[in-house]
């Protein structure tokens, strides 16, 4: 059995693939910082950067559309900003009653709103192509050479590498639990919805016991290679002139954006 | 079954005792030798001990007994330059590869012995080239074969440049390719080594001692060809004339 569903990386020769991981990593992370610094209702700035994603997706070979077509994912998350459309003063748009309560939409909260949507819709567009142009083992490089602290890139590391072993577990847990969900003939297949919550429940800590009794082989695979409590990689990689070039277009970009925004 | 002498013993074993935290006897007082470039197989029912004592052999469980390994006393303090010189494979490949890419699992034991880069790169190199695995070096490890995994595994303790490899069930769940491209490997590689198994038909073609271990005790010790002509002996102890 093999999983390779959260494998999100493209692979193809261009520009951008060939970038820097490090240089990759640094203008992503920049980007979200300009867009989260951008004022509301800057729609010049927010029309920029959303140039800036395009003219990343065409460089990188994937498709102007890439990650338009794969940011939607996002939406529900933005939704969690919906408060603010009631509760940032301003001049009353519409109301409504719900259940008890009666809700005012305000013309702030409702700027607001629209400009926290579409600057999490920007960011979330540079971060899929990043995984998209950059294979994981590389971001992971990046950020320990970014200086971020080992345990968090040693969590992410044996995250990634699990993810996909646990994920056969559950799906080998699912195939046995379907193999044996038969009926007699004239019968309904299954019992209540308690019996099923039990069995799932059972399934659940099926899974946390063989993955814990795993996490424990792994710590002696890695203590009898001479693991100390401290991780060790190697991982060389070379900046260009051209690294240097894209990165300082990028945060001039960037900057552009941060000006139009404020004019 | 008649003991096998062995003179310059790479890994002595005596009187070794083990209990699990449950109280379960894994260990009831084993011994045995093994000499420079000997090929065993160490062969029992399940249960029997045969993971425990691998794993007393690298320091990952301690024991009561007596261990040495290339004339060094198994000690707290001699921990990392034993691990160094015994090359533990485990059973599942997906335990043995821990990191994201092929490269930085044979990297990370030369990495942790304190080698210059110039050299791990050498090791890795020459690693994944004993087990035929050169264009693997980028790969993924969740992208391999259970075959591939096995093979990457072994590399991971080759670029340690170990004295001694154990191995646990390296034949398990192989398909009859994956398994004789293992078994010509194992019969390659020229290095002692010390291979627990259910294989029988392995054991009778590539290793000349075998080691039969039953509830905690080794209860046979010398040529493979007399212990595997000994089909009540063997039935006796779970096991299968090949």
């Known amino acids: 059995m093999h999983s390779d569903a959260f494998d999100r990386y493209h692979h193809a020769h261009s520009s951008i693939h060939h970038l820097d991981p490090r240089i990759k990593v640094v203008i992503t992370i920049a980007f979200i910082i300009s867009n989260a610094l951008l004022p509301d209702g800057a729609w010049i700035a927010f029309a920029l950067a ?3 994603v395009l003219v990343a997706n065409m460089f990188s070979e994937l498709g102007i559309g890439f990650t338009f077509r794969r940011s939607f994912i996002a939406f529900p998350f933005a939704l969690a900003a919906i408060t603010v459309l009631f509760s940032i003063p301003g001049k009353p748009i519409s109301s409504f009653q719900f259940l008890m309560w009666n809700f005012t939409i305000t013309d702030a909260g409702l700027l607001r709103f629209v400009s926290i949507v579409i600057r999490s819709w920007l960011s979330v567009q540079m971060a899929i192509l990043l995984v998209a142009v950059t294979e994981f083992p590389k971001i992971i490089h990046a950020l320990t050479h970014l200086r971020v602290p080992a345990i968090i890139t040693m969590i992410i590391s044996l995250l990634y590498r699990y993810l996909f072993v646990l994920t056969d577990e559950v799906m080998r847990l699912l195939r ?3 193999a044996r969900s038969g009926a007699s003939p004239g019968q309904r297949s299954g019992g209540s919805v308690q019996w099923r919550a039990r069995i799932a429940g059972h399934m659940a800590g099926q899974l946390f016991l063989r993955s814990y009794e795993r996490s424990d082989r792994i710590y002696n695979a890695m203590l009898s290679r001479g693991y100390k409590g401290e991780l060790m990689t190697i991982h ?23 000006f139009t925004g404020r004019l | 079954m008649e003991i096998m002498e062995c003179v310059g013993d790479i890994i002595k074993v005596s009187d070794l005792y083990f209990a699990y935290p449950d109280e379960h006897v894994a260990l009831r007082g084993v011994s045995f030798n093994l000499c420079e470039g000997d090929k065993v197989a160490l062969v029992g029912p399940n249960g029997a001990g045969k993971s425990t ?7 990952i ?3 009561r ?12 303090g001699n921990l990392p330059v034993i691990r160094a010189m015994v090359g533990l494979v485990f059973q599942n490949p997906d335990d043995q590869l821990f990191s994201p890419t092929v490269f930085e699992d044979v990297a990370f034991g030369p990495l942790h012995m304190g080698l210059p880069e110039t050299d791990v790169l050498a090791r890795v190199d020459s690693a994944l080239e004993s087990v035929r695995m050169s264009s693997y070096h980028d790969r993924l490890s969740h992208h391999l074969s259970v075959g ?5 595994a072994i590399a991971t303790v080759l670029s340690m440049n170990p004295s001694i490899l154990i191995l646990d069930e390296p034949s398990a769940g192989l398909d009859p390719r ?5 078994i010509n490997l194992l019969r390659e590689l020229p290095i002692t080594m010390l291979v627990s198994t259910h294989d029988m038909r392995m054991v009778q073609e590539l290793f000349p001692r075998t080691i039969v271990m039953d509830d905690g005790r080794i209860v046979a010790d010398g040529m493979t060809q007399e212990i595997l002509e000994d089909e009540t002996f063997l039935n006796e102890h779970g096991l299968e004339k090949p």
């Open chain 2, 53 to 59: 004592l691998m794993l007393q052999l690298n320091g």
């Open chain 2, 65 to 76: 007994g007596g261990i040495e390994i290339g004339g060094m006393r198994l000690t707290r």
């Open chain 1, 236 to 258: 060389p990689h070379h900046f260009h002139a051209r690294d240097w070039l894209i990165c300082a277009l990028s945060i001039l970009g960037m900057l552009i954006m941060q």
């Open chain 2, 61 to 63: 469980l301690e024991g």
């Open chain 1, 176 to 178: 046995a639990r379907q």
């Open chain 2, 148 to 152: 591939e995994k096995k093979r990457i």
């Open chain 1, 50 to 52: 959303w140039l800036f």
């Open chain 2, 178 to 182: 994956a398994r004789r491209t293992l």
